[in-house]
Structure formats: C-alpha cells, structure tokens
C-alpha cells in the first residue's frame, strides 16, 4: 500500500487566499512563515516562490515495505528513479 500526501494545488491556494482575504486583520501587509514543527517558525524570503519541473518517484520502506511516493525538481529526478513524465509546480525554496 502506497502513504499518498495531497498535494496543495495552486486553485485551493486561491481559495483559501480568498477566505483569508475576507479577515479584516489579514492585509497586503501579513507575514507568511513555515512552521517547521520546531519552537519556531521559518521566514519565507520574497524571492522563494518560483516555477519548476518536477517529476514523481517512488520509493519502499525496508523494514515495512510500503511505499511512498514524492516529487523531485527535474535536475534531480534521475537519482531518484523518477517516472518520466513531468508536470509545471510552484515551489516555495526553503534554503536555511
């Protein structure tokens, strides 16, 4: 059995701007951070958000054999036995 994550698509993004948007203490001017699952949580710079190729890759468990599956920028996909079809996605560089 695979653990499959739902990706956040760029029109559920837009939807839940739209609700946020609605707040009258959220402005043009709120902050956006990643939590981490630290103490605290990540700055995310205005430059992190950019279009990429990914592709998908699977990989097993060794102890459990499930498998899971993930998604790797193009330049990387070879070392990670990615299937060959590829697909446009916004990244969010975390760089720290």
């Keep these: ?6 990706v956040l698509t ?14 009258p ?10 939590d981490t699952g630290w103490d605290s949580i990540q700055e995310i710079s205005p430059d992190a958000l950019s279009i990429e190729t990914a592709q ?3 990989v097993e468990d060794e102890l459990t054999k499930e498998t899971f599956s993930g998604y790797s920028l193009e330049e990387k996909a070879a070392r990670m036995n ?13 760089l720290y």
């Design 1 to 6: 059995m695979e653990a499959k994550i739902e």
């Design 25 to 34: 203490d959220v402005t043009d001017d709120t902050k956006i951070f990643l």
């Design 82 to 94: 990615a299937e060959e079809a590829k697909e446009t996605v916004i990244v969010i560089k975390n």
């Design 56 to 58: 998908k890759f699977t």
């Design 10 to 23: 760029l029109g559920m993004l837009k939807e839940q701007l739209a609700k946020f948007e609605q707040r």
